[in-house]
């Protein structure tokens, strides 16, 4: 199966008060669900979910720290 392009997949911006951050997400449709996924988001500042590919972006980049 073919990758998609990330370029074309949506991205999620989240601040510190949204950690721990989960896909499928609160404003996602019930149709489109998938298994729920926690996301490391602090430490590289964005991540991507392995089921849909949306990507979750922190806003002010990378924590310090974070692991």
């Known amino acids: 199966m073919a990758q998609p392009d990330a370029s074309a997949l949506p991205v999620v911006e989240v601040t510190e008060r949204d950690l721990p951050v989960h896909c499928p997400n ?7 669900s998938h298994p729920r996924v926690f996301l490391d988001v602090a430490a590289e500042g964005e991540a991507m979910c392995p089921y849909c590919g ?3 972006r922190l806003r002010g980049g990378p924590r310090k720290g974070a692991h």
């Open 26 to 32: 609160p404003a996602m449709p019930l149709w489109s």
């Open 54 to 56: 949306t990507r979750y």
